[in-house]
């Protein structure tokens, strides 16, 4: 199974920040890897899909980049509803697999 | 717009079988791929498996056979079943059109307790 380390696990954001959270793969996922947002009690919601394709209705301040192993997601300008935990998944190999997530709290 | 919904028990006995079925509105489910996926507590997520547009299946292998996923399309509906559940088998189900998974379910809480 391909193994997605996400990191850091926990960052502290001022609003206004630009931040970059890391995926990392333990093989190649070529350009199979997709970002999610997901809010406390409610489901996930995809913001950039195939590494760094964006997603009608996701604000523009969020973007993605990478190919192979190497991924980020940036915020361009914390928001306080950004607040979340985001994951990265990858479909290019059986099974998907997910990374543990970044957990985005306020400092 | 497409809307799926989960639906059944939220308390499972252990060693007994968990059923979910995931409704589709807004699209068919004779096209894409239709997965499950769970979110243990403590965030870990799990990509369970998915069937076809054809009703081809795919499992994650972590399930080994206790998993099986059909479908009606006349309902527009597909099911999970989860055999021989333990305790470990506790957290949010999630059906979602993959890949990626842009459309997914609100989510439903299964806890396997006796």
């Known amino acids: 199974d391909v193994v997605l380390t996400q990191s850091p696990a926990t960052l502290s954001v001022t609003p206004g920040e630009r931040i970059s959270l890391s995926c990392r793969a333990s093989?190649?996922?070529?350009?199979?890897l997709h970002w999610y947002q997901q809010k406390p009690n409610e489901s996930p919601r995809l913001l950039i899909k195939y590494a760094s394709q964006s997603i009608s209705g996701i604000p523009s301040r969020f973007s993605g980049s990478g190919s192979g192993t190497d991924f980020t997601l940036s915020i361009n300008g914390v928001e306080l509803e950004d607040l979340s935990i985001y994951y990265c998944?990858?479909?290019?190999?059986?099974?998907?697999?997910f990374g543990s997530g970044t957990k985005l709290e306020i400092k | 717009e497409v809307q799926l919904q989960e639906s059944g028990p939220g308390l499972v006995k252990p060693s007994q079988s968990l059923s979910l079925t995931c409704s589709v509105t807004?699209?068919?489910?004779?096209?894409?791929?239709w997965g499950w996926i769970r979110k243990f507590p403590g965030n870990k997520m799990e990509w369970m498996g998915y069937?076809?547009?054809?009703?081809?299946?795919s499992y994650n292998p972590s399930l080994k056979s206790r998993i099986s996923i059909t479908r009606d399309t006349s309902k527009n509906q597909f099911f999970l079943q989860l055999n021989s559940v333990t305790t470990e088998d506790t957290a949010t189900y999630y059906c979602?059109?993959?890949?990626?998974?842009?459309?997914w379910g609100q989510g439903t809480l299964v806890t396997v307790s006796s």
């Open positions: 069937i076809s547009y054809s009703g081809s299946t």
């Open positions: 979602a059109r993959s890949t990626p998974f842009a459309y």
């Open positions: 093989e190649s996922v070529d350009t199979y």
């Open positions: 807004g699209y068919s489910i004779t096209s894409n791929y």
């Open positions: 998944q990858q479909g290019n190999s059986l099974p998907f697999t």
